[in-house]
């Protein structure tokens, strides 16, 4: 039995000697051996502190180990995650079940060095900067004796590295077999050991860039498994929608442009006409995105498409690309290089046009514009469909798990988004006394939002409570110009450390909040979720409004679209429960541990004016209210 393994003096607790299962693990751990044995899809809620992980590794490790299970394939929602469970809870369990079978961590290929681009970087940069070049001959020596290519190995070189996505590849720049340093690929080589391993850890993207990948026929990236499960599952809805989607952007015909160049300037010296032409792209593609006349913003492509001067600019571009075309196909098969951008600008080529063309039914058309480049988009209203007709192929068992599934106790927010309206739920208990380790405050006489001065209103009505708990807070914002504002008046106002998302990494800005002690974090939507502080370093955690997204962002824009054509409320039937699950995750920074006690302060007073107040309200775990901020500051200062 399933229990056994958890209970006192059981297998798991003589490996971790301080282990204490908790009712809500054993009992997630037996539903979920119950939906293998089976064959069933199962959706769990479990709140931060249930010991997920663990509660889905016991049953799946010892049911390979009967041979009720063949594969097993876990994907969490970030690398964050997918390093976590395979570098220290996986190892764990895989001990205390006495598992066998072979296990491995399969990345994004942006992960993965690419020993081809290397080689041609290192060329490129002879005449640049001496920093450049060291850092260059430091990957080259890493790459020598690593064993994965994975670059997250290099500790030296940040997440951010400017570096980074010209030692790695893409789908487009990729040159698969016909690539000369393919023997050596540390992608191939990581799928390969991937299809022959019993359990993978993914990442939620590599689960839909496979499944789009096997949609198209081709190949397949990770192979058949008997149970799937997923981590941190509120995030595929959004992440199915980018992947049964398309795109093409102007930073895709740049990336080309340079490796048409790097063609010319190596192999085909004598090829003038075509660095020519590639010039007159690269300059096309500029005119094309500064056509847009704005700095930066989303919006409907349906709409922006009737603009004479982008339409006159983008035929101008397809008239370049077909010059390209002409001119390159007189030289195919005098570079492999070159043969493979030829594909490329053809796949570019035909994808522009299909994403100018705006009758396409059932999808949103949108633009993306960044400072230098723009996207032009087609995303999915519904990907329910697509999904459950994914899944019906594969026969297995199917589980979800996240703190933030459900919306005042109902899954239909999430199940109907996937297709799994016919799937069991269940929604386990919290572990902590929210009511003796929390106090959560509407304050009174805060101005609506979008009020003017409503941000020095904040910042005067909360620093006080700032101060008093000696910072240890995350001020979490739903906009970045709300974020800015702020963390410029706090800067002004505190004496205390004021951190800014954006100032350096999310990882550096977290450590550095740790290290402190003292610190205002002030940060949006990246804080808002997959951020671990336990303890007292983070005992306040302020929002400055309910999260609602903006009708102007592209996904929601499509599902609200989509809620149009069935007959639903958007406002009701989509953006409030995504607020809902947005407001979960927000709230669920503060209390991590059973040790743990915090104040949450919402500074949105329609949670107690408007009707749908009560929806948020009563999704949360029962923690006591007041709308006093006296109130908070003394639960403050009397946590221990
Ligand atoms: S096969 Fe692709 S990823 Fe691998 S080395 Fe060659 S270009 Fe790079």
Redesign the pocket.
């Known amino acids: 039995m399933i229990s056994d393994f958890f209970s006192k003096g059981g297998a798991l607790q003589s490996k971790l000697l301080n282990f204490r299962a908790r009712p809500a693990q054993i009992k997630m751990a037996q539903a979920i051996e119950s939906a293998i044995n089976l064959d069933e899809t199962l959706i769990i809620e479990a709140q931060t502190g249930t010991g997920k992980t663990f509660a889905y590794l016991a049953p799946v490790l010892l049911s390979f180990a009967k041979g009720t299970l063949q594969k097993i394939i876990i994907s969490t929602g970030s690398k964050t995650l997918q390093n976590q469970l395979f570098n220290k809870d996986l190892p764990v369990l895989i001990d205390a079940c006495n598992f066998v079978g072979t296990v491995t961590l399969l990345k994004g290929?942006s992960n993965?060095?690419?020993?081809?681009?290397l080689n041609r970087f290192m060329l490129e940069s002879k005449n640049k900067e001496k920093s450049i070049q060291i850092e260059l001959v430091k990957i080259k020596n890493w790459s020598i004796y690593t064993k994965t290519g994975d670059i997250s190995e290099m500790q030296s070189l940040p997440e951010d590295a400017f570096i980074i996505p010209l030692i790695?590849?893409t789908n487009d720049?990729?040159?698969?077999?016909?690539?000369?340093?393919?023997d050596?690929?540390?992608?191939?080589k990581a799928r390969k050991k991937a299809m022959d391993s019993d359990l993978i850890v993914i990442n939620h993207n590599l689960f839909f860039a496979d499944l789009a990948l096997k949609e198209t026929g081709f190949a397949e990236l990770i192979p058949n498994a008997s149970v799937y499960i997923f981590d941190e599952a509120h995030q595929l809805p959004d992440i199915a929608c980018e992947y049964f989607g398309e795109s093409v952007s102007t930073r895709q015909f740049i990336e080309l442009t340079k490796d048409i160049d790097f063609v010319y300037r190596t192999e085909l010296k004598e090829a003038k006409q075509m660095a020519k032409a590639t010039e007159q792209l690269r300059l096309s593609v500029l005119d094309f995105r500064l056509s847009f006349a704005i700095e930066k913003g989303t919006g409907s492509w349906r709409e922006k498409s009737t603009d004479k001067m982008i339409q006159l600019h983008l035929q101008r571009l397809f008239q370049v690309i077909d010059f390209l075309i002409d001119v390159i196909c007189e030289r195919l098969g005098k570079s492999e290089l070159l043969n493979h951008c030829f594909e490329r600008l053809n796949k570019f080529n035909l994808l522009l046009k299909k994403l100018n063309s705006i009758d396409t039914v059932g999808y949103s058309s949108w633009y993306d514009c960044t400072k230098q480049h723009v996207s032009l988009n087609i995303t999915p209203l519904c990907v329910a469909g697509r999904f459950q007709l994914a899944c019906e192929k594969k026969s297995a068992t199917w589980i979800y798990t996240s703190a933030t599934l459900s919306v005042k106790g109902q899954f239909e927010h999430f199940t109907s988004q996937l297709g799994l309206e016919r799937s069991k739920c269940m929604q386990l208990d919290s572990p902590f006394n929210y009511a003796k380790q929390s106090l959560f405050v509407v304050p009174r006489f805060i101005p609506e939002p979008s009020t003017p001065g409503l941000c020095d209103f904040l910042i005067k009505q909360l620093s006080p409570v700032i101060c008093s708990n000696k910072g240890r807070c995350f001020f979490l914002c739903t906009s970045h110009a709300m974020m800015n504002q702020l963390a410029v008046g706090f800067k002004r106002t505190l004496t205390l450390p004021v951190l800014l998302q954006g100032e350096k990494s999310k990882q550096a800005l977290i450590d550095e909040f740790i290290c402190h002690g003292n610190s205002l974090l002030v940060a949006t939507s990246s804080f808002w979720e997959g951020v671990d502080v336990p303890g007292q370093t983070l005992s306040c955690v302020i929002i400055d409004k309910l999260p609602f997204g903006s009708p102007d962002e592209s996904l929601l824009k499509a599902r609200i679209e989509d809620a149009y054509l069935k007959g639903l409320s958007p406002f009701f039937d989509v953006q409030l429960p995504q607020a809902v699950i947005n407001f979960k995750q927000g709230v669920g920074r503060l209390i991590r541990t059973e040790k743990d006690k915090g104040v949450l302060i919402v500074c949105d007073t329609r949670l107690v004016t408007r009707k749908y107040g009560h929806l948020f309200l009563n999704s949360l775990p029962s923690m006591p209210r007041t709308r006093s901020l006296e109130k908070a500051i003394d639960f403050l200062q009397n946590i221990k």
Not at 173 to 182: A, T, Y
Request: contains cysteine; proline residues 4%.
């Open positions: 290929r993965y060095l690419c020993n081809e681009r790695t590849s720049n990729c040159l698969g077999r016909d690539c000369p340093s393919f050596d690929c540390f992608i191939v």
